[in-house]
């Protein structure tokens, strides 16, 4: 079994174990004494009902759980227990925890207290509504003021809070289905999780506005709750069945395959070496070469570049942090030079100022820095006749809130990461209902101006939230990561060709989802399922996509696209399982030859119903 977790998961550490509890039609999973995907029906009211404490940089505080209890009945469940969250200074919140749960709905609340002065940048309760089914529709919100503001849900993502001082919201869950969400013990507002790609909208304690970190004060108790009422016409019917076999449909559409671009980094440039046939193997036909002269990067690095552009024959793009320190003009001179000597030839060049690649939140200071205009001027003098590329080095969030001038640059570029809030298995995969999201705000913003995205990978390359990422030598599942063990497993593999499949409708240029060599790389090192120097399972995927690259785009619609998704050319379809579970699936037509992507091609039935592993990716001939 651990064998079979290594090759799934890249690591043979088990999530933490879930409960189902249920009273009539409510059901939830209880999960790390946290509350998931509250349904009602089988119908999805609430993605999650939390207590987190995050530290100063927005890390979670794992919570150490005492004297849990558990009862059900016939009318209802009950959970209590104790937790404590510590922090690097040695303080602890403790917080008595009750959950509650009826036919009627859900209360959870936490009385809390800290044994010394405990720094955090939030600690209280957050509350996620789905994306799917949600987005565009009325909702009603209750201010603490008592005042009733009737709106609808951002559809478009919002870059700012939709909703500030919230005392209750009430949405539609399904035809003939209500709920009411109450929140009480401080000042709750509302983002749009969907700017970081999680699949929900997140009501959390404490305005962004006010500052942080900032200090629970000692023996000084505070008390929040939650409290969630739903209400059901006579007749509302029930939720479609989980387990139910998944229909395609497909639609050819007027886009084309992008071209796969994989990143280069200076500390990876021995292992980048080693690793020169793999971007043939691959098909790739792009170089993000990554340059931040703040950080040290120098004339070597390009020459590193170089060396590897020159042996692939591959394009490059230089993925620029702009230092501005001192005149643009000058600056912008000095690096031209270094590509020159370094004989680095240029495709592209990507330029983002250095002080963007940190976010700034609602209600905080923008920092110094030119205007972009004035960078892209700089740019253009210093590189005359190359592309021009702007937008931003991390993600979605920073680019929907600094909107770059579309109109100065030749093409528009950002990257994502699913693990900046949640890293658990489900939340990963759930953030491909988002990203469809992302990019058609980016559609809406930019037009058809030519579009690119990454290098993304499920690790975090660098953290835009806080002082760093988060070190992770014990392979966990743990949110800003900048190493994660999934990205060499089957999960890779399926998020790899999921993340493919749900931007092929924008119509991307390039699109990039590793890098060569090291944590975000394609080659295995020692202690993975893949023996080391071997592709990792992404890789194959990566070979796949790099085939379709200029061609024809079909849509792949899926009648459950929380567990299948894919992509498709005329006589080809590429399917992934995002679940672990064996998913069935009904194809539109018989096949001629089903074959698992796993660098050993093992078949599959032809059959018109086929059987999709767990995390498992195929391909089918048609």
Excluded at 589 to 595: F, Q, T
Aim: charged share 20%.
């Amino acid at each position: 079994m651990s064998g079979d977790l290594l090759r799934l998961y890249g690591t043979s550490e088990r999530e933490p174990e879930s409960r189902t509890l249920s009273a009539g039609d409510v059901s939830v999973e209880l999960q790390d004494g946290n509350l998931r995907t509250l349904r009602f029906r089988g119908h999805e009211v609430l993605r999650a009902v939390a207590f987190l404490v995050r530290d100063k940089d927005w890390g979670t505080c794992g919570a150490a759980i005492a004297n849990l209890a558990v009862e059900e009945t016939t009318a209802g469940f009950s959970v209590r227990y104790d937790a404590r969250f510590s922090a690097p200074s040695g303080a602890h919140l403790d917080c008595a925890i009750s959950i509650a749960g009826s036919a009627g709905g859900v209360t959870f609340s936490a009385d809390c207290v800290s044994d010394a002065d405990f720094e955090t940048a939030r600690a209280g309760f957050v509350v996620l509504h789905p994306v799917v089914g949600v987005a565009g529709a009325p909702v009603k919100v209750r201010h603490g003021d008592g005042s009733v503001e009737k709106a609808c849900w951002p559809d478009r993502i919002e870059p700012w809070q939709p909703f500030k001082e919230i005392a209750a919201i009430t949405h539609r869950v399904a035809p003939g289905i209500t709920a009411t969400t109450d929140f009480s013990g401080d000042v709750f507002e509302m983002e749009d999780q969907r700017n970081w790609t999680d699949g929900s909208y997140k009501t959390y304690v404490r305005p962004l506005a006010l500052p942080w970190p900032y200090r629970v004060p000692k023996n000084e108790p505070f008390r929040q709750a939650i409290s969630v009422r739903i209400e059901a016409e006579a007749g509302a019917a029930p939720a479609a069945g989980a387990g139910d076999a998944v229909s395609l449909r497909l639609v050819p559409t007027t886009r084309r395959f992008p071209e796969i671009g994989v990143g280069l980094r200076p500390e990876c440039l021995a292992g980048e070496r080693a690793a020169l046939a793999v971007l043939e193997t691959i098909g790739a036909r792009h170089l993000i070469a990554h340059f931040d002269p703040v950080a040290g990067h120098g004339i070597e690095a390009l020459r590193g570049y170089a060396e590897i552009a020159a042996r692939s024959g591959l394009k490059v793009t230089l993925e620029l942090a702009v230092p501005c320190r001192g005149p643009l003009d000058e600056e912008m001179a000095g690096i031209a030079g270094f590509v020159g000597e370094a004989g680095l030839v240029l495709d592209t060049l990507f330029v983002s100022p250095a002080v963007d690649r940190q976010s700034t939140p609602p209600g905080s200071a923008w920092p110094e820095c030119p205007p972009l205009a004035a960078v892209y001027a700089a740019a253009r003098a210093a590189f005359p006749g190359v592309p021009l590329g702007g937008g931003m080095m991390s993600y979605f969030t920073e680019l929907n809130r600094k909107r770059v001038p579309g109109e100065r640059l030749d093409y528009i570029s950002h990257c994502t990461n699913p693990i900046v809030h949640a890293a658990d298995d489900l939340s990963v995969m759930q953030t491909f209902e988002a990203l469809r999201f992302v990019v058609g705000s980016v559609r809406a913003l930019y037009g058809d101006k030519p579009y690119r995205i990454g290098p993304s990978t499920i690790a975090m390359r660098q953290n835009p939230y806080g002082s760093a990422t988060k070190d992770n030598p014990a392979g966990g599942r743990i949110p800003m990561a900048n190493v994660d063990p999934r990205h060499n497993g089957a999960f890779g593999a399926a998020w790899t060709l999921a993340y493919a499949a749900t931007v092929a409708p924008a119509g991307l240029e390039v699109l990039a989802l590793s890098t060569l060599a090291g944590p975000f790389g394609l080659v295995a090192g020692e202690g993975e399922a893949t023996p080391a120097g071997g592709l990792r399972p992404l890789a194959h995927v990566l070979a796949a996509l790099g085939s379709l690259a200029g061609g024809a785009a079909v849509a792949v619609e899926t009648s459950r696209p929380e567990a299948v998704l894919g992509l498709a050319t005329a006589d080809r379809l590429l399917l992934a399982n995002i679940t672990p579970q064996v998913q069935a699936v009904v194809l539109p037509a018989l096949p001629c030859r089903v074959s698992v992507i796993d660098g050993k091609g093992a078949d599959l039935p032809a059959a018109g119903r086929i059987g999709l592993p767990p995390y498992g990716v195929v391909e089918i001939l048609r």
